[in-house]
């Protein structure tokens, strides 16, 4: 088999750099581990930046965003010693979308499907090989059956334990990781959201994070030991413990319900530079990690994939090569600054196990001062909708 471009990995990067190129005539085949109905099993983000909307509406796959998709102009944010708004559009004059990852998913499969592009489903052994040579090609078995695509370019896809990171030499690669001492343990239901808008709690107790999915279908989180074990969460534990991080008034009014889904993700910062070698671009978690506090894993994904399919429209459009040679370079600027916000929303909103009474001190007047001035909220809300590609 041949063709141009060969994305590894059928996640939201994967997808939707391949409904670009297909939109302008670039062919490219996307392998993925799993199958469809496994991805889309997967509860991950909540929360779409301006950017990551205009990029599917440039794909085409924007008419279920725009129908069932909820724009938020602010966020809540509650501690012990109190609770405030940071307004969106005051500070930015835009807002972010509330649609579920498995959404966006489903949307650019089914425009995948639609338009024929090929995808091969429940691959095995994948490896790169000549990544750093003019005559790249990926190898990966299907039933058994060994299978080898020649191509222009490799799109690394493939997530955080994928195989395209760790096919670029050791002594080429340089990472950057930083582990988060608890994880989020999170849940949903089949019940309305507590509030119109997301809530995030700092509570003596821990984090706790109110979202939702649409108006019947919540999505909840609270901080949890790295060690814990959703087995230990019975439905009520997690509605009893999520109450007593939350505000009274919005405990009194929080509506529970049985969870259909409940699981436990650990939080890590993670870079990996550059994010090309040779052939072989990374794109999205294959790349890096952030906590989940920012809302900004996915939405760093989608900002790689822009950068990465202008650098292919250049290329296969007028054989202008700045586009791809500069990739790295310029998906790692933004990277680092998602890195940064996500680093510093979970130091504030965290309890850390080590945590000192000065370092408490640190977090009450850091959110005292992001309730006071309006140059901090300016700055958080910028940040929230998405800094500019
Ligand atoms: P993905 O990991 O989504 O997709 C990679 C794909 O590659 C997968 O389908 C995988 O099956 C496939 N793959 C892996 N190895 C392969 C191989 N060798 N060959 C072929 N295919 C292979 N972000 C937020 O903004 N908010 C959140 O609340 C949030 N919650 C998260 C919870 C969890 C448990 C995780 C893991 C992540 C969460 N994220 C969240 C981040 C998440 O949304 C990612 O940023 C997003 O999925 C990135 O998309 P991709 O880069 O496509 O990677
Ligand atoms: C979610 O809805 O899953 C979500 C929203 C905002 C975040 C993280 C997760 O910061």
Redesign the pocket.
């Known amino acids: 088999m041949r063709t141009q471009v060969v994305i ?7 997808l939707l750099l391949g409904q670009l190129l297909h939109g302008i005539g670039v062919d490219a085949i996307v ?4 199958t469809r109905d496994y ?1 889309l099993s997967r509860i ?4 779409l930046e301006r950017g990551t909307v205009g990029l599917l509406e440039q794909a085409g796959v924007d008419a279920r965003l725009k129908a069932q998709g909820m724009p938020h102009d602010g966020t809540l944010i509650a501690s012990d010693m109190g609770s405030f708004r940071v307004d969106f559009t005051e500070h930015t004059g835009t807002t972010v979308m509330v649609y579920g ?1 498995t959404e966006v998913t489903r949307d650019l499969y089914d425009a995948r499907e639609a338009c024929g592009a090929q995808t091969i489903f429940d ?1 095995a052994n ?1 490896t790169i090989e000549g990544a750093d040579t003019d005559t790249p090609a990926v190898h990966f078995e299907v039933d058994g059956k060994p299978h080898t695509i020649a191509c222009d370019y490799i799109a690394g ?7 395209s990171r760790k096919s670029i030499p050791e002594e080429k690669r340089r990472e950057f990781e930083k582990v988060y001492p608890f994880g989020w343990l999170g849940v949903l239901s089949e019940t309305p959201p507590v509030d119109d808008e997301l809530i995030y709690a700092n509570s003596e107790r821990g984090f706790a994070l109110c979202s939702m999915r649409n108006a019947n279908l919540s999505r909840y989180y609270v901080q949890c030991s790295m060690a814990d074990n959703v087995d230990n969460w019975s439905d009520q534990d997690f509605w009893t413990e999520l109450k007593r991080r939350l505000p009274q008034d919005v405990s009194a009014k929080l509506v529970t319900g049985p969870t259909i889904e409940k ?1 436990i ?1 650990p939080l890590r910062s993670f870079v990996t530079e550059p994010m090309r070698w040779g052939q072989l671009f990374l ?4 790349a890096h990690i952030v906590p ?1 506090t920012g ?5 760093t ?1 989608a900002s790689d994939v822009h950068y990465l399919f202008e650098g292919f429209k250049s290329w296969y459009g007028s054989q202008d090569s700045a586009g791809l040679d500069t990739y790295s370079q310029r998906a790692l600027a933004r990277v680092w600054k998602a890195e940064r916000f996500s680093w510093w929303f979970s130091s504030l909103m965290h309890r850390f196990p080590d945590q000192s009474d000065f370092d408490l001190r640190m977090q009450q007047s850091e959110l005292e001062f992001l309730r006071t001035n309006d140059a901090a909220q300016k700055a958080f809300a910028e940040n929230y909708v998405g800094l500019p590609y």
């Open positions: 590894i990995g059928g996640g939201p990067s994967g392998l993925e581990r799993k991805v991950r983000a909540g929360v990852q691959v994948v896809c493939d997530g955080f334990h994928g195989v699981s993700a794109c999205g978690d294959a989940p809302a900004k894993g996915l939405n994904a």
